[in-house]
């Protein structure tokens, strides 16, 4: 009866460190809670002009895949599973992209890369994550992706939109091309800047 | 069983106080935010690891970006940092002082160490027992020769090299120079414009050779990491790099490699123009000038008293130690500009 009283003990004792451990979990990691409501309105600009709004954004055929990329000094991001849409999707909904154009693409904190008509296609040179060797690679995606491992983006890592670059193989590409914050996608006319 | 018992209550006591130890150690930490030009990540590691020695409780939390890169950082995304870095003396000036929009994050900087561009290779490189500081140009024009640099729309040692192919010009008294090397590799080209005493190389917004021969990369690690592959025999870089990785590299003349204020008249002689506006706060125009790092603490710095020590560590003499010993030459003594904080001004003279 004695021995009992002490397995009961011991039990309990286990069973509330269990459900202390489980609640720590749950505070630092809730679930369940309903999604947040994420006003952000991207520009497309091309031969029309078209306002898509976040949620218009998630409903649009959406690509998955894998992508990465390094920084400057080398340090590697990635790779992640990336879900967004493909953005040459995005160009033709103000009038689609061929390769007189080149594709300006920019976020409100002042940054601004211009991409080829190829690297809209997927022209880019791809690393192996270990050693940073260049590697073949086999079809690559540009996307405005949404989510990254599952999840939304957080706000460090580009909420709500990043421009990322992905395919079936987990390649790195440079981390310039990796956009945060996008909101604004411009088609623009190769313009000749070469002064003679 | 009563033995077990007790052991397991014991066990978990001591986890649990041991964590609390543990959490209440890493709160008593002070974090140390630097943010450092690419460039500088050899001696910037060092410079932590023996900060933090000599400063017990202190955590240095190391970054590296594109010098443009650093000082958004502060500018534009906002972020708490207590030093930069970076490998333009001129940007901290021209971002961060007074700007338009009114706010000012920064009044000062000090110059603490310089670099050159060289012409960096290894035993792989084809000609490599040729290659000369006299011959280099002729060597790279070679057609089976491939060589590199990084992209001048996003890394300041890519517009460096094209400053230093327009410079071997006038020194090489070649006027062909830049168009072998360079233009004529790339479609759309890259032409050169000539107002007064000086050219100016516009870069388009597409930029991209259009043969094997040239390969552009967005930085310095990429090139080196073909180097070391064999994908490519030359690449241009700072000399600083090419020791730091043990690479073979030809010194150019001081006239064109961007080392020497004795030459600062004819290095501005080059301005590059770059094809777009990557960043809204920086105007598109490169000046050719020489090769300044310098440093500076943002006015709201959370730790500016730790950062003061942490900036004379770097421009005195244990830092300058560290840096020459990691092969990047310190600018001794180190050369303030602005309003540099009195704890600065033994350490660095007045420019």
């Known amino acids: 009866m004695k021995e009992d009283r002490k397995t009961i003990r011991f039990v309990v004792i286990i069973a509330v460190i269990g459900i202390g451990a489980i609640a720590a979990v749950m505070y630092t990691h809730p679930f369940g809670a309903p999604e947040e409501k994420i006003n952000w309105n991207l520009t497309l600009i091309g031969t029309a002009e078209k306002v898509v709004t976040f949620d218009e954004l998630k409903a649009m055929p959406s690509y998955?895949?894998?992508?990465?990329?390094?920084?400057?000094?080398?340090?590697?991001?990635?790779?992640?599973?990336?879900?967004?849409?493909?953005?040459?999707?995005?160009?033709?909904?103000?009038?689609?992209?061929?390769?007189?154009?080149?594709?300006?693409?920019?976020?409100?904190?002042?940054?601004?890369?211009?991409?080829?008509?190829?690297?809209?296609?997927?022209d880019f040179v791809t690393f192996e994550p270990a050693t940073l060797k260049e590697l073949p690679h086999g079809e690559l995606k540009t996307i405005l992706m949404y989510e990254q491992d599952g999840a939304l983006l957080s706000e460090d890592d580009g909420r709500p939109l990043r421009l990322a670059i992905v395919s079936e193989d987990k390649l790195l590409t440079e981390g310039h091309y990796w956009i945060k914050w996008v909101d604004k996608i411009a088609i623009r006319a190769i313009k000749n800047q070469n002064k003679t | 069983m009563?033995?077990?018992?007790?052991?397991?209550?014991?066990?978990?006591?001591?986890?649990?106080?041991?964590?609390?130890?543990?959490?209440?150690?890493?709160?008593?930490?002070?974090?140390?935010?630097?943010?450092?030009?690419?460039?500088?990540?050899?001696p910037f590691e060092e410079l932590e690891k023996q900060f933090e020695s000599w400063h017990p409780g202190v955590d240095v939390q190391m970054e590296g970006h594109g010098s443009i890169q650093v000082i958004r950082q502060v500018t534009d995304i906002h972020k708490e940092v207590d030093v930069l870095a970076v490998a333009d003396y001129s940007l901290i000036p021209d971002m961060?002082?007074?700007?338009?929009?009114?706010?000012?994050?920064?009044?000062?900087?000090?110059?603490?160490?310089?670099?050159?561009?060289?012409?960096?290779?290894?035993?792989?490189?084809?000609?490599?027992?040729?290659?000369?500081?006299?011959?280099?140009?002729?060597?790279?024009?070679?057609?089976?020769?491939?060589?590199?640099?990084?992209?001048?729309?996003?890394?300041?040692?890519?517009?460096?090299?094209l400053?230093?192919?327009?410079?071997?010009?006038?020194?090489?008294?070649?006027?062909?120079?830049?168009?072998?090397?360079?233009?004529?590799?790339?479609?759309?080209?890259?032409?050169?414009?000539?107002?007064?005493?000086?050219?100016?190389?516009?870069?388009?917004?597409?930029?991209?050779?259009?043969?094997?021969?040239?390969?552009?990369?967005?930085g310095s690690v990429q090139l080196l990491a073909l180097l070391e592959y064999g994908g490519l025999d030359y690449a241009f870089q700072y000399?600083?790099?090419?020791?730091?990785?043990?690479?073979?590299?030809?010194?150019?003349?001081?006239?064109i490699d961007l080392s020497s204020t004795e030459y600062e008249d004819d290095y501005k002689k080059v301005k590059v123009r770059l094809g777009f506006q990557r960043f809204s706060a920086v105007d598109t125009e490169r000046v050719g000038s020489p090769i300044f790092y310098a440093v500076t603490i943002p006015k709201n710095a959370p730790q500016p008293e730790l950062a003061v020590a942490f900036v004379q560590f770097v421009i005195g003499e244990a830092g300058q130690k560290i840096l020459g010993d990691l092969e990047q030459p310190p600018l001794v003594p180190a050369e303030g500009s602005g309003v540099v904080p009195f704890a600065l001004e033994p350490h660095s003279k007045p420019i």
């Open chain 1, 64 to 122: 998955e895949g894998y992508g990465g990329f390094f920084s400057t000094v080398g340090m590697i991001n990635g790779p992640f599973k990336c879900k967004g849409v493909p953005v040459e999707d995005l160009c033709a909904l103000v009038g689609g992209i061929n390769d007189s154009n080149t594709l300006w693409v920019s976020a409100p904190d002042g940054y601004m890369m211009v991409f080829t008509y190829d690297q809209v296609k997927g």
């Open chain 2, 2 to 42: 009563k033995t077990i018992h007790i052991t397991v209550l014991i066990l978990i006591v001591a986890v649990v106080v041991s964590t609390a130890i543990y959490q209440q150690q890493e709160q008593e930490e002070t974090k140390l935010k630097v943010i450092y030009a690419g460039s500088l990540i050899v």
């Open chain 2, 96 to 161: 961060m002082y007074a700007t338009p929009s009114g706010e000012d994050y920064a009044d000062w900087y000090v110059k603490f160490a310089t670099n050159q561009m060289v012409i960096a290779y290894n035993n792989q490189s084809k000609y490599a027992d040729e290659i000369t500081e006299s011959n280099w140009y002729e060597i790279l024009a070679r057609p089976d020769v491939t060589f590199g640099f990084s992209n001048p729309m996003l890394d300041s040692c890519g517009y460096r090299t």
């Open chain 2, 163 to 218: 400053m230093v192919t327009q410079l071997a010009e006038s020194y090489y008294d070649n006027q062909t120079i830049f168009d072998v090397l360079i233009a004529c590799n790339f479609e759309p080209t890259i032409s050169v414009t000539q107002e007064g005493d000086t050219y100016i190389v516009f870069v388009p917004e597409i930029f991209e050779p259009h043969a094997g021969k040239v390969v552009v990369r967005g």
């Open chain 2, 239 to 255: 000399k600083s790099v090419a020791q730091q990785h043990g690479l073979l590299f030809v010194e150019l003349p001081d006239q």
